[in-house]
């Protein structure tokens, strides 16, 4: 597997609280991807960096932000958790990002928002 | 954007058959297309892709056809092992665009 992980693997919290859910790369790749997978989505993509502190908007973006302060660490943030956001999250990686952009995944973050 | 259908939903072969799934997509400007194998509780894993201007590709067991014209792909396992009971995902892309399709669940039966 690409060195890729993530932090908490698993995480309960409550409707209306803050959550920053956190991807490492030891990869040194450019571009970075969050998704969430829910049953029968597939995965969507919420938001993608494809440089230090240069961010844009996915797919399914609504509730949450970004940050990137350095090349191995991408943040995603939910700033009031709703039930809504309650599913797997991935992260991934890709040494190429504009074209063919292969991606490798991180293990995923299990999220119940109760 | 972007929308991409898988077929089918689930799939049950026997062990040493062939299995076939198929995707279409709907945006011309994807020029990308993966696909994942997804076991239990696991991350996707790349098993195999195909680019724009390529029609197929093959590595050992497992081939991917891409018709442009028609805006669909496939992905074709041969001699099926157990091991290869999975959920596997296909995905269009364009630069910082990949959508994917919803799964199928494949079982192999020994």
């Known amino acids: 597997d690409a060195g890729i992980t993530q932090s908490p693997r698993h995480k309960v919290t409550e409707t209306g609280t803050p959550v920053t859910l956190r991807c490492h790369q030891t990869?040194?790749?450019?571009?970075m991807y969050w998704y969430r997978q829910d049953p029968g989505h597939g995965l969507r993509l919420i938001h993608y960096s494809y440089g230090v502190k240069d961010t844009d908007k996915g797919e399914v973006s609504d509730g949450y932000s970004v940050s990137r302060s350095k090349t191995e660490d991408f943040l995603l943030t939910l700033e009031s958790a709703t039930s809504s956001q309650t599913s797997v999250y991935f992260c991934?990686?890709?040494?190429?990002?504009?074209?063919?952009?292969?991606?490798?995944f991180g293990p995923g973050t299990r999220l119940t928002v109760l | 954007g972007e929308n991409v259908e898988q077929h089918p939903s689930t799939l049950s072969v026997q062990e040493g058959d062939s299995a076939v799934i198929k995707c279409t997509y709907s945006d011309s400007a994807s020029n990308y297309f993966p696909w994942y194998k997804q076991e239990l509780g696991k991350r996707p894993q790349l098993i195999i892709d195909?680019?724009?201007?390529?029609g197929e590709k093959k590595d050992q067991r497992i081939a991917v056809t891409l018709n442009k014209t028609a805006k669909h792909f496939s992905l074709h396992i041969t001699e099926t092992q157990p091991e290869d009971s999975a959920v596997y995902f296909c995905a269009a892309s364009k630069p910082h665009d990949m959508r994917f399709g919803a799964g199928t669940r494949l079982t192999v039966k020994p």
């Open positions: 991934a990686i890709s040494p190429s990002g504009g074209s063919y952009n292969e991606q490798f």
């Open positions: 195909i680019r724009s201007n390529v």
């Open positions: 990869e040194n790749h450019r571009y």
